[in-house]
């Protein structure tokens, strides 16, 4: 796959306790702000999202482009950093 | 299927099942995506259902053409059970189908009546030969309406493009004398 961002590994690094939504790999200060109104500020209220959809893919991505406005790519990075921390923590 | 919002999470879920979407629980935050996704999977249905709807009529069609040809030929036999076999065609559409099908069913069982009727009676060898080519093409119409509208139209295309062409010649001729 491609290489994984900085923020990605740092993110999966450690268990993610109060980091802002913007410390997600794929979501940066436009698609944070965007979050935020929404009310998904912490990173963990994105999790709660994604493992409401049950960890699934495609749905967490069609939701974070419908909800953010995120591209592609977007979508993917965090998911796959989501996916990653899950998979070493919880 | 506009009315997806005013359902209920219950609602939601069993038609998500209906047309075997993976989803998870239904809450405030996801049910925007999951009522996005019925909607999509329903626009498809809608579109095939509908293919489906042609495809039944062809089907009823063939039959029709199967019972009624044979009474023709044998014309002391036929008035009777003619009558019955296409009145029960009819029936079965009403009871099977909503009511455009029904419609035209109807429509198509009294054509054929008429045109079965009209070419029987005089037989000069040219009313034979059109005659002949009407069975054809209604043997057509019951088989595959489609292919017997684009053949009925291309013979029509051809017909007028040959008349156009027949009348256009005449036309040439004057008009390259005059330049000349």
Known sequence: ?90 | MTKLSSKSDQEIIDLLDQYGLKHGPIVDSTRGLYEKKLEDVMAKDKVKTSSDKTFYREEREEITYVHYRPPIRNEEFGDGPKKYTSSEIIREPESDFSSTPKAYYKTEATYRNVSYSKPSPPKPSAAQVTGSVKEKTSQETRLIPIWFQILAFLVVAGFLYYTFSIMETPQENPFNKQDE
Not at chain 1, 2 to 8: A, E, P, R, Y
Not at chain 1, 41 to 60: N, S, T
């Open chain 1, 1 to 90: 796959m491609s290489s994984t961002s900085q923020k990605h590994r740092s993110f999966i690094a450690e268990p993610m306790g109060d980091k802002p939504v913007t410390a997600l790999s794929g979501i940066g200060e436009v698609l944070g702000r965007k979050l935020e109104e929404q009310g998904f500020d912490k990173a963990f209220v994105v999790l709660g999202q994604f493992l409401v959809l049950r960890k699934d893919g495609e749905l967490f991505t069609d939701w974070l482009k419908d909800a953010c406005g995120a591209n592609n790519r977007q979508a993917t990075s965090c998911y796959q950093c989501l996916k990653e921390w899950c998979d070493a923590f919880l």
